[in-house]
């Protein structure tokens, strides 16, 4: 009965849509919108930023965000708030330092991430759209260029680049080794 009690509390506790967080400490930054955590495990893990779309390294503004990113949250410890894992394999997630400071917030307002509507779908979204819409008519970051080039968009456009085309190889190759199909 006691074990029953617990997983019904648990569940509803999931499912009632309360976050939970773990705490964590950065690693590294790869990009924009992705960093590696060390867990009090000592596990490392990948996060992507939840609800945002930073430039690629390559990109326009790629550097600017990787370091803005970095600059938040190199060697500290932060909150880490699950919402998804992605095809991937990464904990998409809400980030927080540790002054409540929401890290995905930041990126956005700074102008340096797109809001990722294609996979923004909690109410947090309708701010970040507010915080984008407020850096694109301050000319923000990206947002000081002519025209600029969704994340997305940009990804699309140069799939067929050497640079690109290797991980992809890659990858190709050991799914054909333990019989997985990819779709991309």
């Not at 990009?31 to 690629?56: C, F, M, Q, S, W």
């Amino acid at each position: 009965m006691m074990k029953f009690s617990a997983l019904f509390l648990v569940s509803t506790f999931l499912l009632s849509g309360v976050g939970w967080t773990y705490p964590a400490r950065t690693v590294s930054v790869h990009d924009g919108d992705t960093l590696k955590v060390r867990l009090v495990n000592n596990e490392l893990v990948t996060i992507r930023l939840y609800g945002v779309d930073a430039p690629e390294a390559k990109q326009a503004f790629g550097l600017n965000a990787r370091k803005r990113l970095a600059s938040l949250v190199s060697r500290r410890d932060v909150e880490i708030e699950p919402v998804e894992t992605d095809r991937y394999g990464r904990t998409v997630a809400l980030v927080r330092l540790k002054n409540g400071t929401l890290v995905n917030e930041v990126m956005v307002a700074d102008g340096l991430a797109w809001v990722y509507e294609e996979y923004c779908h909690k109410e947090l979204c309708l701010g970040l759209k507010d915080l984008e819409t407020s850096a694109r008519m301050d000319k923000l970051g990206l947002w000081g260029d002519s025209n600029p080039t969704r994340p997305s968009d940009w990804r699309r456009e140069h799939k067929t680049e050497e640079w690109y085309q290797k991980p992809m190889r890659a990858l190709e190759t050991i799914a054909r080794k333990i019989k997985v199909v990819l779709h991309y």
